[in-house]
């Protein structure tokens, strides 16, 4: 019912930025929450960000915060992930997920849907 695409796959040296987008689709109204994982491999895919669509109240995770800013764009249908101050330990998968829910933004199984990823590389 809802479509994500990621984009933005991109290098960074560390200190630099990136931007992600992830352009949503479909019946984008049953969506109460999106937000970013990533992921690297042979690990479980962590929680970045989420935003609230109704208000745009945010959540980071620890590591995270004070240097990614999630925002959505609702006209265009597009959620953003701003990278700064990037770290080489920031490389990952990163992915798009929508929830349904409302509850555990943070939690994998709390998403409905996801995008097929996008690479962050962060070098030294």
């Known amino acids: 019912q809802v479509q994500l695409a990621e984009s933005g796959r991109g290098l960074a040296q560390a200190g630099e930025s990136l931007n992600l987008s992830c352009a949503a689709s479909?019946?984008?109204?049953?969506?109460?929450?999106m937000g970013w994982f990533r992921q690297t491999p042979g690990n479980e895919r962590e929680f970045v960000a989420a935003i609230r669509n109704f208000d745009e109240r945010t959540y980071y995770a620890d590591a995270v915060k004070g240097r990614f800013t999630i925002s959505r764009d609702s006209t265009k249908g597009t959620l953003y992930l701003q990278m700064n101050s990037l770290i080489p330990e920031d490389t990952a998968r990163y992915y798009c997920?929508?929830?349904?829910?409302?509850?555990?933004?943070?939690?994998?199984?709390?998403?409905?849907?996801w995008g097929q990823g996008t690479q962050v590389t962060v070098s030294n």
């Open positions: 479909g019946r984008t109204y049953i969506i109460n929450i």
């Open positions: 997920a929508a929830s349904k829910g409302l509850i555990n933004y943070s939690e994998t199984y709390e998403y409905d849907y």
